[in-house]
């Protein structure tokens, strides 16, 4: 079953809903993406979901959790999805894993009596509940606090009301110890018994130790080698405790130099957001949500096996977030895919409201990784014209 809603759905999903035949709830969103395809009403979609003894349902947007919670009230979807969104009782709920970790809950108002060096060195502030690293701010000394507080603020006016509370809420924060290490990005999803199945693992690398975009996220056969089993066993234990089953889920970790495993967050009923996901099948060659509807498990000694050398990355193209888009009138797509010896799909985005221009897939060899280290860097408003 399919929640198909804003911002973005991809060309694959698309194909996927349409391919598999399963029921998609119809929305806005829904008719404008699967034009022809025959949608399921509210009520008749729910009654379908509790018809079924074992249903699975996906959606690609946040945007639909109220929806969930609103008629989907009698299942285990609601509390499932409460305890992992809400950055606060995730953390809660796994404090005794890592009793020396600090973090805690402050409102946008309360923002000037945060003490910063309560912390004893840098911390990172970003909405209880969040997406796409909007509003997130690492500080990296306690002076520092006041003018990360007034960005929070500008933050929390600036995007209230592009994602629904549900998805984005910019009056609750949590701050917590920055967590050192190499970034990871997990797909991942919890069969009918509660065991969990890894569709993907994406390396997220940075351009600095303040960098929180979302620039470049890598796929490679040395890094599932690296990271598979860890993060099974994690992702199982993680499961126990917030009784996952027969969901999907996108959950972000940092490996340390020790070795020391650390969850960053939870995000359920998804894989990742916008089109992040859509990077299996150009890495892999296998959909996701073909994957988890059909509970099928990647053969991962194989494909890494055929995809040895190669590196397959997605490249987020975005932009600054005081650079009003309202005032661009021209990107020079062609130039930016240029940067790249393989590029393979490039999906524009158009909408003003967001701070990215386009995703961008592209594949090189392992020997030619530089390409993907230099765009961390690079100044994407030089492809933009303005007003």
């Known amino acids: 079953m399919f929640i198909l809603d804003e911002p973005y759905v991809s060309p694959q999903l698309r194909r996927a809903a349409t391919r598999l035949g399963a029921p998609v709830?119809?929305?806005?969103?829904a008719r404008r993406a699967l034009p022809g395809v025959q949608l399921v009403g509210d009520d008749d979609f729910a009654r379908r979901y509790f018809e079924q003894d074992h249903p699975r349902l996906y959606t690609?947007?946040?945007n639909a959790l109220g929806w969930i919670r609103d008629h989907l009230a009698g299942s285990e979807l609601p509390a499932q999805i409460e305890v992992l969104k809400d950055k606060v009782r995730f953390r809660e709920r796994l404090a005794d894993l890592d009793p020396a970790y600090r973090f805690e809950e402050v409102r946008l108002d309360a923002l000037d009596a945060v003490d910063?060096?309560?912390?004893?060195?840098p911390f990172v502030a970003k909405p209880a509940v969040g997406f796409f690293s909007l509003g997130v701010q690492i500080v990296e000394d306690p002076g520092d606090w006041p003018a990360a507080a007034k960005r929070l603020r500008a933050a929390a006016e600036r995007f209230r009301g592009l994602y629904p509370d549900a998805v984005l809420d910019l009056d609750r924060f949590v701050l917590e110890q920055v967590i050192e290490g190499d970034e990871f990005a997990v797909d991942a999803y919890y069969d009918d018994q509660g065991a969990v199945t890894i569709v993907n693992v994406l390396e997220h690398?940075?351009?600095?130790?303040?960098?929180?975009?979302d620039r470049v996220y890598r796929v490679r056969p040395a890094v599932i080698e690296r990271t598979h089993d860890v993060f099974v066993q994690h992702l199982n234990e993680l499961g126990r405790r917030a009784g996952l089953r027969k969901v999907p889920i996108h959950v972000e970790f940092r490996i340390a130099e020790d070795g020391t495993v650390r969850p960053i967050e939870a995000n359920p009923m998804r894989f990742g957001?916008?089109?992040?996901?859509?990077i299996a099948s150009h890495g892999w060659g296998f959909c996701p949500y073909t994957a988890?509807?059909?509970?099928?498990?990647?053969?991962?000694?194989?494909?890494c096996e055929e995809q040895s050398g190669w590196t397959t990355a997605l490249v987020v193209a975005?932009?600054?977030?005081?650079?009003?888009?309202?005032?661009?009138?021209?990107?020079?797509?062609?130039?930016?895919t240029a940067r790249?010896?393989?590029?393979?799909?490039?999906?524009?985005?158009?909408?003003?409201?967001?701070?990215?221009?386009?995703?961008?897939?592209?594949?090189?060899?392992d020997d030619e990784l530089d390409q993907l280290d230099e765009i961390l860097h690079a100044d994407l408003t030089k492809y933009v014209r303005l007003d």
Request: net charge negative; glycine share 4%.
């Open 25 to 29: 709830l119809d929305n806005a969103c």
């Open 60 to 62: 690609n947007s946040e």
């Open 116 to 121: 910063p060096t309560s912390f004893g060195g």
């Open 205 to 213: 690398p940075f351009a600095h130790g303040a960098d929180v975009s």
């Open 273 to 278: 957001g916008w089109c992040a996901a859509d």
């Open 292 to 303: 988890f509807l059909q509970d099928k498990r990647p053969d991962w000694r194989r494909l």
């Open 318 to 336: 975005d932009l600054p977030a005081d650079l009003d888009r309202t005032r661009v009138t021209a990107i020079d797509y062609d130039a930016f």
């Open 340 to 365: 790249f010896s393989r590029p393979l799909e490039l999906r524009r985005v158009e909408d003003p409201r967001h701070p990215v221009f386009a995703f961008l897939f592209v594949r090189v060899r």
